[in-house]
């Protein structure tokens, strides 16, 4: 039987309650030194842009 593998990266597909934004934000303050008050939209969004938009979010453009 053919089985069917969906790669759900920008949360078009589920929701997961959170998990994402709360590895987000421990990834954001290894990374910057700043805790992690806002995320940019994730939603349709590469890794790259979120990234970015929550650093511009953050003043660190």
Known sequence: MPE???W???HTLMATGGLGRELWADA???VTGFAM???ASVTGSTE???LRETARLHGLD
């Open 37 to 39: 008050r806002e995320q």
């Open 4 to 6: 069917l593998v969906l």
């Open 48 to 50: 790259r842009r979120i």
């Open 28 to 30: 954001f303050e290894k």
């Open 8 to 10: 759900d990266i920008d």
